[in-house]
């Protein structure tokens, strides 16, 4: 299995373009997610989704849309970037069950500048 | 969210066990405790969870106090690759799926 992967893993953006970033897993999970990591700071959680057509807002949602239309991909849109965008972003997913949605497993994550 | 308090930094000497401890007084009784590190320049990784009772798995050791307001995660023998920072996360009973991470402890591991 190649776990969670993530394209591009690096991108500089002008202020006021647009972009997406991947993420696809190949664990069968159904829930996956989005944080954004700024400089010194923990993971804050954009978006998730609990399953293929459901997605909902995390901690910081503003500036970024989502979907969901399979279990495997779950891409990332920013429509106008700003400077405040620039991060590091990681994609996740967890399995469903009992215990099983418990461990979250990270793809390597997307270094974005804006400039 | 209930929160959670850990210490900004430690250090270990490798080959030798560390505790890192964290603070959790307004825990609800259906949060569960979630460690994951973070290693230099990757994602976050699982290494435990629980929810009363200690736990133990192949990277470390759960420890949780009996009126649950604080945990330890034990690495009983630090190696230099343990170098990374730990968060220690409580989720709510009803989304155990979402985590809200802090700054987290950064661990350094002495040769």
């Known amino acids: 299995n190649a776990g969670v992967t993530q394209t591009p893993k690096f991108r500089i953006l002008k202020i006021g373009q647009s972009m997406t970033l991947q993420c696809t897993q190949d664990?069968?999970?159904?829930?996956m997610y989005w944080y954004r990591q700024d400089p010194g700071m923990g993971l804050k959680l954009i978006y998730y989704?609990?399953?293929?057509?459901?997605?909902d807002k995390g901690e910081v949602p503003n500036g970024y849309n989502v979907s969901r239309s399979t279990t495997e991909d779950f891409p990332l849109r920013l429509e106008l970037a700003a400077p405040s965008q620039t991060s590091v972003y990681f994609c996740?997913?967890?399995?469903?069950?009992?215990?099983?949605?418990?461990?979250?497993?990270f793809g390597p994550g997307t270094r974005l500048t804006v400039l | 969210d209930a929160k959670t308090t850990q210490p900004n930094s430690m250090e270990s000497n490798e080959e030798e066990p560390v505790h890192l401890p964290c603070n959790h007084s307004?825990?609800?009784?259906?949060?569960?405790i979630h460690w994951y590190r973070q290693l230099p320049s990757q994602g976050p990784e699982y290494v435990i969870h629980?929810?009363?009772s200690n736990v133990n798995n192949r990277m470390a050791s759960l420890a949780i106090a009996e009126d649950r307001k604080s945990s330890t995660l034990i690495l009983h023998r630090a190696t230099l690759r343990d170098a990374a920072v730990y968060y220690c996360?409580?989720?709510?009973?009803?989304?155990?799926?979402?985590?809200?991470f802090g700054k987290g402890t950064l661990l350094t591991v002495n040769p």
């Open positions: 996740a997913s967890s399995g469903r069950g009992t215990e099983s949605y418990n461990e979250q497993f």
């Open positions: 664990m069968n999970h159904n829930y």
């Open positions: 989704s609990v399953g293929a057509g459901i997605t």
């Open positions: 307004t825990i609800s009784g259906t949060d569960y």
């Open positions: 629980g929810l009363t």
């Open positions: 996360i409580l989720s709510s009973g009803g989304s155990n799926y979402k985590l809200t």
